[in-house]
């Protein structure tokens, strides 16, 4: 079974720059997590998809932040314009619908450098 | 909200030595409790999971247990490897929190030979 696939696996942009970052869930995975993780720190939710509706996006900074899932399937992740303290690792997981004891498989994560 | 701290790492062993990484958890509801694994230059894996009180997860050699009287989720591991050394984290799904998982900051484990 193939995993969580993200792309690109390294960036680098100069502040003020967009960028996007793509993730293609596991066939069949309903539920779609983006996650921003800081060096030293836990994953942190930015966005969940439930299908290609929005199920909670109370931590994403809409004002340079965005995010789709169109068809349900693949999702891309926007940055427009990027600043420092954006830099991190930017993880995509899959889930095969909500639920309490539901894992998340996760992929190898987009590691963002904003110079 | 739910939150997760584990202890800070790293966590630096000698082959064959007991690991123990603690995790407490705060969560509206009743959660369900996890622990994730990251190789170098890997996506986060699930390691092992609990959903009630008093279940033991247990996987490659790690276990943990779901102790709802000190919300703890302890991982334990008898004799490690230098296999193991990974970044760790404890992880919670609860229904206050729309069961999305929510993570600790991670625990990085060294094992040396």
């Known amino acids: 079974e193939a995993g969580v696939a993200q792309s690109p696996r390294y960036k680098i942009i100069e502040k003020r720059q967009s960028v996007a970052f793509w993730c293609n869930p596991i066939?069949?995975?309903?539920?779609l997590y983006w996650y921003q993780q800081i060096l030293g720190q836990g994953p942190k939710l930015l966005i969940q998809?439930?299908?290609?509706?929005?199920?909670?996006d109370s931590q994403l900074p809409k004002d340079r932040f965005s995010a789709e899932r169109l068809k349900g399937v693949d999702s891309t992740l926007k940055i427009q314009p990027a600043k420092l303290e954006d830099s991190a690792v930017y993880l995509c997981?899959?889930?095969?619908?909500?639920?309490?004891?539901?894992?998340?498989?996760f992929g190898q994560g987009t590691r963002l450098t904003v110079v | 909200g739910d939150s997760v701290t584990q202890m800070e790492g790293p966590v630096t062993l000698s082959e064959e030595a007991f690991l123990t990484i603690n995790c407490t958890y705060t969560?509206?509801?009743?959660?369900?409790l996890f622990w994730y694994v990251q190789y170098p230059g890997e996506g986060l894996q699930l390691l092992l999971k609990?959903?009630?009180?008093?279940d033991k997860g247990s996987n490659k050699g790690f276990e943990a247990t779901y102790r709802k009287e000190t919300t703890s989720f302890h991982l334990e591991k008898g004799s490690v490897q230098v296999s193991d050394s990974a970044v760790y984290f404890c992880?919670?799904?609860?229904?206050?929190?729309?069961?999305?998982?929510?993570f600790g900051r991670g625990t990085s484990l060294i094992v040396h030979p």
């Open positions: 969560a509206t509801g009743y959660p369900s």
């Open positions: 998809f439930q299908n290609n509706g929005v199920v909670d």
């Open positions: 066939s069949g995975h309903a539920t």
């Open positions: 609990a959903t009630k009180a008093d």
């Open positions: 992880a919670l799904s609860a229904p206050g929190g729309s069961y999305i998982p929510t």
């Open positions: 997981a899959s889930s095969l619908d909500l639920g309490r004891a539901t894992e998340a498989f």
